[in-house]
T-cell receptor, first 117, second 111 residues
C-alpha cells in the first residue's frame, strides 16, 4: 500500500531536549516536505527536499533541521525544542513538481502532535 | 509574496444544500492548484488543476480554475454530514518549488 509513515504520532517533551520525527514514503517520490499546522494559520511549510541530498527552507524553518540521505526518508530534527514549536506536524511526499502533465499531488502522513512543555 | 486566500473561513449548511468554496491566489510562476479535504487527520487529495476552464468532477464534488482571475472554486452538491471537514486549497510555485496552503474553509453539514 502506498503510504507516508510518520513516527511518533504523539509526543510530549520538555524544552531543550533534542528530538527527531521520522518520515518514510514507499512511492519512490522525489519531493518531500514538512509542514506544521496551527489554528488560524493553516499548513505552513518548514523544509522541503527536491531529491536526495537537496533540501531547502520553507516559510518557517527556524528551530528545525532536516536531512535527506535516502530517497525514502526525510526526518525532522528539533535540536532544542521550545514551547512555540508545539504544533501538529505533517510530512508529505509527491512526484517532482517538474513532472509536467503528471499528477503531482502530495500524499500526507498521519501527523505528529508535538507538545513542548 | 506568494499567498493563498480561502473564503469563507467557515460555514454551516444543512444536508442537501449546495456549497461553493473559494480560493484566490498570488504566486510566482503558477504551476498547479490542489484541493484537499481534512477531517480529523491528514489531508486527503481531491483535485489538481492546471488549466483554466476545465472542470474536474468526482461524484458530488467539482472544481474549476480561472488562471486569468487567479482563483478556483470547489462545489459540493447535495451535501451530506460526511462532507463536514476543513477544505484546503494549495498552490505550487514553479519559482520556489513550494506548496503554499490557504488557511482552509471549515464546512459543517447539519442533518
Amino acid at each position: 500500500e502506498a503510504q507516508v509513515t510518520q513516527n511518533p504520532r504523539y509526543l510530549i517533551t520538555v524544552t531543550g531536549k533534542k528530538l527527531t520525527v521520522t518520515c518514510s514514503q514507499n512511492m519512490n517520490h522525489e519531493y518531500m516536505s514538512w509542514y506544521r499546522q496551527d489554528p488560524g494559520l493553516g499548513l505552513r511549510q518548514i523544509y522541503y527536499s527536491m531529491n536526495v541530498e537537496v533540501t531547502d527552507k520553507g516559510d518557517v524553518p527556524e528551530g528545525y533541521k532536516v536531512s535527506r540521505k535516502e530517497k525514502r526518508n526525510f526526518p525532522l530534527i528539533l535540536e532544542s525544542p521550545s514551547p512555540n514549536q508545539t504544533s501538529l506536524y505533517f510530512c508529505a511526499s509527491s512526484l517532482s513538481p517538474y513532472r509536467v502533465g503528471m499528477n503531482t499531488e502530495a500524499f500526507f502522513g498521519q501527523g505528529t502532535r508535538l507538545t513542548v512543555v | 509574496e506568494d499567498k493563498v486566500v480561502q473564503s469563507p473561513l467557515s460555514l454551516v449548511v444543512h444536508e442537501g444544500d449546495t456549497v461553493t468554496l473559494n480560493c484566490s491566489y498570488e504566486v510566482t510562476n503558477f504551476r498547479s492548484l490542489l484541493w484537499y479535504k481534512q477531517e480529523k487527520k491528514a489531508p486527503t487529495f481531491l483535485f489538481m488543476l492546471t488549466s483554466s476552464g476545465i472542470e474536474k468532477k468526482s461524484g458530488r464534488l467539482s472544481s474549476i480554475l480561472d488562471k486569468k482571475e487567479l482563483f478556483s472554486i470547489l462545489n459540493i452538491t447535495a451535501t451530506q454530514t460526511g462532507d463536514s471537514a476543513v477544505y484546503l486549497c494549495a498552490v505550487t510555485s514553479g519559482a520556489t518549488n513550494k506548496l503554499i496552503f490557504g488557511t482552509g474553509t471549515l464546512l459543517a453539514v447539519q442533518p
